[in-house]
């Protein structure tokens, strides 16, 4: 243990990719630190004059069923308010503050097995001090004497941690700073401890019917580890920790693997995730990839768990969109060609409304789609279809406007000027083709009964609408409202001869 309020250092552990990112905190133990910390409150020195053995007040630190601190009608015997004054004493009632296993009963009946004459001055006081110069033992000095001096606290294998402390969980009497100052093994300092061969592995190195390390459970809870994976609920070895908030307090961070620093990474990582999203989800959420898949998520995100869904789930990894490398600044009046030919590239990251934002022209965005003067020439980029003009214009209200502004407006002839066809004055004589290939632009002035005064089997001039190779039973099944239109519930049928 490490006294309350040392300055923890903190070291960030790189990870290999699909594996959660930590960032352990470690702490430097001061000498005399944890006897600074646990120093009891009983002034010991004030009493060497009075008591010659421990076990005078301590006497169930020897014997079963005896309490280990004496109460206050014991020290009162001493303490009458004449010999001395009277003090209200009251041994402690809870737990120790402690994660350790240790007993001193069980300690002292192995030491006499071994013929062991170790005193309790031995833990509890430095070799150089005098009578009741009382101190806490440290964890450096247990681990020294139990190993002949062959070894050091932090640097013994994490198998051994079960072997002295308690799981965290267990240790209930720990407040959150003791648990924060947790040291860390060196192990957790090695590279690759936080991949899959490192951390993981040790985590599944299991004894009797344990389902996770006990090393593990020894400074770590379940919440310490879904905090980094997503799929905690879908890992045994997870589950197999007891829950304990207190866990959050050892700091930890996610941060990206190598991979995910590649210049292609963005180009690359579909492939890398594959059909499941198996190698993502142990930091992944659906949300992860819908960051920038808005609009058609692929299967492999679709497969991850959803950020927060049911118990025990974290949020997993937070991503940031960012643009592709062809988004440079020019990328504004060039990415047309590309949107046209690639769109479902685009789709995956925008939506129609986006486009639209600038592809609408109104007072706030005129002239950001169009080139200059393009209001010359549309009318060629119109008839032709070059662009879908109904994508972003209303016909019937966009182009009349503008129209009639320039004292363009419909007259309704048969031969000769009509308004807006001015340019070709024979444009009625032709108008079937340009109605058949751009049939939006004439539903901007015209409905249809303009074209029944003409085209109407029933009672118009009787000018066929259809064109070369019209197939009207292929028309019939398809919209059979078409063809009422013109010629009501009497629809020619082509007759064949057998």
Known sequence: MAAAGQTASIRTMTLRPGFAWLTAVAVAIAPGALAAQQAPAFPHAAHAKVFVSCVTCHAGILRTGVAQFPIASTCNACHDGTTAKRISWQPRATPRVS??????IVHAARRNQRGDSTTCADCHANPESSWMQVRAPSAPQCVSCHT???????????SACATCHLTLARASALTSER?????????????????????????????????????????????????????????????????????????HVLRAPASHTAKDFEKQHGALAGPSGKTCQSCHTQESCTTCHRVAPPPAALALAKAGAGAGRGVGALTTARKPASHVSTWKTGHGPVAATTMQSCASCHARVECLTCHVPDL??????????????????????????????????????????????????????????DGNRKFFLGHGQTARQSLES????????????CHSAVRG?????HGPGFNAEQMLKKNPQLCIACHGTSIPRRTTTP
């Not at 004439?442 to 005064?453: K, W």
């Open 364 to 421: 706030a965005h005129r002239g950001s789609y169009h080139p200059p003067a393009y209001v010359t020439r549309h009318p060629v980029d119109a008839y032709a279809r070059s662009t879908s003009c109904v994508d972003c214009h209303n016909p019937g209200e966009f182009c009349q406007t503008c129209h009639k502004q320039g004292g363009l407006t419909s007259r309704r002839t048969l031969l000769g000027a009509a308004g807006y066809h």
């Open 99 to 104: 994660n350790l296993k240790f007993d001193h």
């Open 179 to 251: 648990v924060a100052a947790f040291p860390a093994p060196s192990t957790h300092r090695l590279p690759g401890f936080m991949a899959v061969a490192g951390h993981g592995a040790q985590a599944r190195h299991v004894t009797g019917s344990a389902r996770v390390a006990q090393s593990c459970a020894t400074c770590h809870a379940r919440e310490f580890c879904v905090a980094c994976h997503v799929n905690a609920p879908e890992l045994t070895v997870i589950q197999a920790l007891e829950p304990d908030r207190r866990s959050l307090v050892l700091k």
């Open 148 to 158: 002949g001096g062959r070894g050091t606290h932090l640097a013994m294998p994490d």
């Open 461 to 465: 001039r009787s000018f066929n609408p």
């Open 442 to 453: 004439c539903v901007s002035c015209h409905v249809e009964r303009d074209c029944l005064t």
